[in-house]
């Protein structure tokens, strides 16, 4: 880090990722470190006053004090362990040149990190807190790669809760024969396909093989809408049917037949009687569609919405896109998978490749298509524009 850009962070004043200290308090530094390591990393300058954002500066013998401390605080007082790296800046003032010690936190792979009394702090705006809610607490091991949403088991559920019928024909698509020819017991082939665990359905299981998946989980439906003008607020709509309910593979047929329908056919053949094509590409909405069910975060309790305007439809997933991967990179097809075992299950169900490139592939057909991951409200947006109404064949 350079002198300038110092100054200018201590100028923009205390965020998310960056925070103030004068002195070296460590049980306060191992509780911004922890902060930082289980959010999105940051920089915490020593020897600025963290009320005034003042660059105060740290003399010699402070500053190799402190640095020796550093790495004893991240091994002895952060749980796991997380390694940093410090750096001293020159900041010159008046005629002194005064020295701040940078202490750079990367976000963790190994979340969520704690203190020495098993507390959770993650940043919260420019402050920090402790982290209670159990959902929030599933996010973190999920994105520290220790607890998969569609892995885990579903209280309440059993094996009769699960569809034997659907199980054994995606059995049989997988392996080429029944789990009877290969001399398992229906339970046994439940088990090793992880859709049963300890005598109860996992939520992968569930979402794909259920009888009436949101008999238990209510909330794991798409809602869909299609409105008069452009304006979420607005109280007219065309059509608002009830909410898409079943398996993954039901959900996405239903989808798939309510933009259809709601979507305008444009004739392209000169034949009155020719069929018309979708104004937006049939390809891309599956992609996108399959992109929501199979990547959603299902930690979060809500539903996927599909929202049809005059001028754009909006697919909106649960949750933001996982660990540090970013809009850019998911364009390109590099990915991250937040649900193993429904991504498993879907190259089998539906046309799904599993390869981390259905966006990369909407986007060809579609390349208008703007991808919005908003980390304040956890949601990812795919908005789609549509064409006007003129040299429309059929609704």
Not at 96 to 115: C, Q, R, T, W
Not at 297 to 325: A, H, M, Q
């Amino acid at each position: 880090m350079t002198s300038d850009e110092l100054v200018e962070l201590v100028k923009e004043g205390e965020t998310s990722r960056v925070q103030f200290k004068i002195e070296m308090d460590e049980d306060k530094i191992a509780t911004e470190i922890i902060a930082l390591a289980n959010t999105k990393g940051g920089v915490i300058l020593l020897g600025v006053h963290d009320k005034t954002g003042e660059i105060a500066g740290l003399n010699f013998e402070q500053l190799q004090k402190y640095n020796n401390r550093i790495a004893a605080i991240a091994s002895d007082k952060v749980k796991p362990q997380i390694f940093i790296v410090t750096e001293v800046v020159s900041v010159k003032k008046d005629s002194e040149n005064l020295k701040i010690l940078v202490i750079s936190v990367e976000e963790g792979v190994n979340k969520p990190y704690k203190d020495t009394s098993g507390i959770i702090w993650v940043k919260q705006g420019s402050d920090k807190r402790k982290l209670t809610d159990n959902a929030a607490i599933a996010r973190l091991l999920q994105q520290g790669k220790e607890l998969f949403a569609d892995e885990m088991e579903i209280d309440g559920t059993g094996i009769n809760d699960l569809n034997e019928w659907l199980f054994n024909a995606y059995f049989k698509k997988e392996f080429g024969q029944t789990y009877a020819e290969l001399g398992l017991s229906y339970e046994q082939a439940l088990t090793v396909k992880r859709t049963l665990k300890n005598g109860q359905a996992t939520l992968a299981g569930l979402m794909f093989f259920g009888n009436e998946p949101q008999n238990f989980r209510p909330v794991f439906t798409i809602k869909t809408v299609s409105y008069f003008g452009n304006d979420i607020a607005g109280n007219n709509y065309r059509n608002k049917p009830n909410d898409l309910v079943g398996t993954i593979p039901e959900l996405f047929k239903q989808a798939m037949m309510f933009l259809t329908a709601s979507l305008f056919h444009v004739q392209k053949d000169p034949d009155f009687n020719s069929k018309g094509e979708l104004e937006i590409s049939k390809i891309a909405l599956e992609e996108l569609v399959q992109n929501a069910l199979l990547h959603r975060d299902y930690f979060k309790s809500s539903p996927i919405r599909i929202i049809i305007f005059d001028n754009r439809v909006e697919i909106i997933s649960p949750g933001s896109l996982p660990n540090t991967l970013t809009v850019e990179e998911a364009k390109f097809g590099n990915p991250v998978t937040r649900n193993h075992q429904l991504v498993k299950f879907a190259t089998h169900t539906l046309p799904y490749s599993g390869l981390g490139s259905g966006l990369k592939r909407a986007l060809k057909e579609q390349p208008n298509i703007e991808l919005i991951n908003d980390e304040k409200s956890g949601l990812f947006v795919a908005v789609i524009p549509r064409l006007s109404p003129p040299s429309v064949v059929s609704v």
